[in-house]
């Protein structure tokens, strides 16, 4: 039972343009989304995060929007640049303000930035 | 700051052997979580430890098990490995407040079952 999908396990985008990367759940008790970058030999690496109150969230080249209805949140990423190749993963908690609840992780995008 | 250590960073192992992995948590945080990643699975999670107690677990057999000191490291345990156990285990940590989800990770331990 997958409760957090990223379809697309690869994607390849040209330098300087737009990244999108797609995640979706069915959970419907998640209420906080996190994106994560891996490179090879590391651990994931925090990036950008939503809570289930906002829409939209904003970090230098880093958006992600969230559409509850859907149940769906993806990653933008612009402009790409060849630092961004990397395997994304896309993380859900329903954290109901307890503390540091389980992250349910998606099985990970690889992107590829072609110069 | 330093970040999330965890070692040994590779092990090799036979079945039916057991294996102690280790993770010392960024200073100041209190929580730490564990997570096994293979291959088109993602990242699976396998309990949480908050203040020496196992706050959350996932669905793993209870050959998986761990415990976590005063100091906040945490030591996982893998008890009577299989074939299938071969991984990269992670470590995060976090300051395991309330709404406290980012998680920061470790590098990883690569355990190899042969």
């Known amino acids: 039972d997958q409760q957090v999908k990223q379809n697309s396990p690869s994607l390849s985008v040209q330098e300087g343009r737009i990244s999108i990367l797609n995640c979706d759940y069915t959970?419907?008790?998640?209420?906080?989304f996190l994106w994560y970058k891996k490179y090879p030999a590391e651990g994931p690496t925090f990036l950008i995060s939503i809570s289930s109150i906002k829409d939209k969230n904003e970090d230098g080249r880093f958006t992600v929007f969230l559409n509850k209805s859907a149940k769906h949140l993806s990653l933008h990423i612009v402009p790409s640049q060849p630092g961004d190749s990397a395997v994304y993963f896309c993380a859900a908690s329903s954290g109901l303000g307890f503390g540091n609840e389980k992250l349910t992780f998606g099985t990970g995008t690889r992107l590829t930035i072609i110069p | 700051k330093a970040g999330v250590t965890q070692t040994p960073r590779y092990l090799i192992k036979t079945r039916g052997q057991q294996v102690t992995l280790s993770c010392s948590p960024i200073s100041g945080h209190r929580s730490v979580s564990w997570y096994q990643q293979t291959p088109g699975q993602g990242l699976q999670f396998l309990f949480e430890?908050?203040?020496?107690?196992?706050?959350n677990k996932g669905n793993f057999p209870g050959r998986f098990s761990g415990r976590q000191f005063s100091n906040s490291r945490s030591e996982m345990n893998v008890s009577t490995l299989e074939l299938g156990d071969s991984a990269l285990y992670l470590c995060a940590s976090s300051s395991g407040g309330s709404h406290s989800y980012e998680q920061y990770f470790g590098p990883g331990t690569r355990l190899t079952v042969t």
């Open positions: 959970n419907s008790m998640f209420d906080y």
């Open positions: 430890y908050f203040s020496e107690t196992q706050r």
